[in-house]
């Protein structure tokens, strides 16, 4: 009895601890912009420093914030029907393509009780307009930098795209 309650409770934190990231990909999938966006990392978001708060167990490699951040937007591509890419530098100016430089504020990791949350803050700058946005992911298991990372990009890139594309 105590094994199938154990497993019971294991499959039910799994599947909660999925259900942020699902639901991203889900949303992005609904998002709707006329335009395609080109993504440029600010290299000084490199000097960030993950920010941890309360009892936490263990240490995980810093990831690389560039590849993290790439692979964000990668994936995201993956959900929706807007084009997205990264590139190193503005290219020529066109009409039907937004360039943003996009860097990475601030990196905080809350360690509570029964979860943990990352908000990563990031800057999006188009032309004159500059977009302040707190990307969050909560896990209720196991978390690694990197992974966390990945997952607050991704949901921060979302919102940036969400209130860029939103009318």
Same mark, same amino acid.
């Given at each position: 009895m105590k094994l199938k309650y154990f497993l019971y409770s294991l499959s039910i934190l799994f599947i909660t601890s999925c259900s942020s990231h699902k639901k991203i990909n889900k949303l992005a999938s609904n998002l709707d912009c006329s335009k395609s966006f080109e993504f440029i990392?600010?290299?000084?978001?490199?000097?960030?420093?993950?920010?941890?708060?309360?009892?936490?167990?263990?240490?995980?490699?810093?990831?690389?914030?560039?590849?993290?951040?790439?692979?964000?937007?990668?994936?995201?591509?993956?959900?929706?029907?807007?084009?997205?890419?990264?590139?190193?530098?503005?290219?020529?100016?066109? #009409?039907?393509?937004?360039?943003?430089?996009?860097?990475?504020?601030?990196?905080?990791?809350?360690?509570?009780?029964?979860?943990?949350?990352?908000?990563? #803050?990031?800057?999006?700058?188009?032309? #004159?307009k500059e977009f302040l946005i707190t990307g969050t992911n909560t896990v209720y298991w196991h978390g690694t930098k990197k992974g966390n990372l990945h997952k607050s990009l991704k949901n921060g890139i979302y919102q940036f795209l969400s209130a860029f594309c939103t009318p």
């Open positions: 990392f600010d290299k000084e978001s490199n000097y960030a420093k993950i920010e941890k708060t309360g009892p936490s167990i263990g240490e995980s490699k810093i990831p690389g914030y560039e590849s993290t951040f790439v692979a964000a937007v990668e994936e995201l591509q993956q959900n929706t029907s807007t084009n997205l890419s990264v590139k190193n530098s503005f290219g020529f100016p066109n #009409d039907n393509v937004v360039k943003v430089i996009v860097k990475i504020e601030r990196i905080e990791w809350n360690f509570r009780t029964a979860d943990a949350i990352m908000n990563t #803050d990031l800057s999006f700058k188009v032309k #004159d």
